[in-house]
């Protein structure tokens, strides 16, 4: 699903312009990014969390030419996803 379908879908259900619609979902995306920026975890109650893994500064290798580079220090996103997200896809269950 893309944004923009994800954004028709929620105007079709809850029967909003699609303008409102994707300024709600422009919202959440905003912020969820925002609080990342600023090193928060963000926990989605059934669905999973977003969070921040700090990777130190290492040691790396080219791989084409087999020289050793540097890597600098870094952070990743990460999401997990929740018990109750993993239970649905498992089970392939449609319900919303």
């Given at each position: 699903?893309?944004?923009?379908?994800?954004?028709?879908?929620?105007?079709?259900?809850?029967?909003?312009?699609?303008?409102?619609?994707?300024?709600?979902?422009?919202?959440?995306?905003?912020?969820?990014?925002?609080?990342?920026?600023?090193?928060?975890?963000?926990?989605?109650?059934?669905?999973?969390?977003?969070?921040?893994?700090?990777?130190?500064?290492?040691?790396?290798?080219?791989?084409?030419?087999?020289?050793s580079v540097a890597?600098?220090?870094?952070?990743?996103?990460?999401?997990?996803?929740?018990?109750?997200?993993?239970?649905?896809?498992?089970?392939?269950?449609?319900?919303?």
């Amino acid at each position: 699903m893309t944004k923009s379908q994800l954004i028709t879908l929620i105007a079709q259900q809850l029967k909003l312009s699609r303008k409102d619609a994707e300024s709600a979902v422009e919202a959440v995306f905003d912020s969820i990014a925002h609080s990342l920026e600023t090193g928060r975890r963000v926990e989605l109650r059934g669905f999973g969390s977003f969070g921040l893994k700090e990777r130190r500064e290492r040691a790396g290798r080219n791989p084409k030419t087999g020289e050793s580079v540097a890597v600098e220090a870094k952070r990743i996103l990460f999401f997990k996803a929740g018990k109750a997200l993993k239970e649905r896809v498992d089970h392939g269950s449609t319900e919303i």
